[in-house]
């Protein structure tokens, strides 16, 4: 149900590999919360309960979407109220979320929910390399 607003953010994946990594993300604990106009998911937040060394126990929001049409009635607000609560009762001590360094409105957004940019997310492909 979420994968259309998946396909979203990951125009360039092709939806049956969106579907396998989903399967896959399930059983390593992925988790989302999701919101629906009657059968129709409109909202989607991933998450991800872990602990680190320098934040302990945490929750990782992963993926926040909502359907273009609904962008700006609150869906996004909704979803992340919730995700926040969810992790108070799962004892978490900190929230953290990545965003695309080109995606200025989620950058604002979630400003406007407390989160502060506080270091670089480095990636390293391993496709061409072996």
């Known amino acids: ?22 399967q896959d993300m399930t059983g390593q604990g992925y988790r989302c919360a999701a919101a629906f106009m ?10 991800w ?5 320098w934040c ?15 962008r700006g009635t609150g869906i996004g607000q909704r979803l992340m109220d919730w995700v926040e609560s969810y992790a108070h009762r799962e004892g978490c001590e900190t929230m953290v979320l990545d965003a695309y360094v080109t995606n200025h409105p989620a950058h604002k957004f979630y400003q406007r929910n407390g989160y502060q940019i506080i270091g670089h ?9 072996g």
Request: charged share 20%; hydrophobic share 40%.
């Open 49 to 53: 309960l872990g602990t680190r060394f």
């Open 38 to 47: 009657d059968d129709y998911c409109i909202g989607v937040a991933g998450i």
């Open 56 to 70: 302990g126990r945490y929750l990782d929001v992963d993926n926040v979407i909502v359907d273009p049409q609904y």
């Open 121 to 129: 997310h480095f990636v390293k492909s391993l496709r061409s390399t």
């Open 1 to 22: 149900m979420i994968l259309p607003l998946v396909q979203e953010l990951n125009p360039g994946v092709p939806p049956d590999v969106l579907a396998q990594r989903l």
